[in-house]
């Protein structure tokens, strides 16, 4: 755990929070639009023939970590 990290995120947060007045957001939207665009981009990791196995796992992983995502620590070697 990043404790400064964590402590420095709250901040930010409720910084701009503060700040924003009627800030509308459509969370589904942005949500389903990332996920959708990283769903496609894997699929197409899947579909190349010319990765091994071991690739496409790495390549997903890749793709996880581009898009901010925890892979864990599992593939961390």
Do not use: W
Request: glycine content about 6%; aromatic content about 8%; proline content about 0%.
């Amino acid at each position: 755990m990043k404790i400064k990290t964590e402590l420095l995120k709250d901040h930010i947060i409720s910084f701009i929070n503060d700040r924003i007045e009627d800030f509308v957001i459509n969370a589904d939207e942005i949500a389903n639009s990332k996920a959708i665009s990283i769903l496609g981009k894997i699929q197409q990791i899947i579909q190349n023939e010319e990765y091994k196995d071991f690739d496409v796992v790495e390549e997903i992983v890749c793709l996880f970590e581009a898009n901010g995502l925890n892979c864990g620590g599992r593939h961390d070697f």
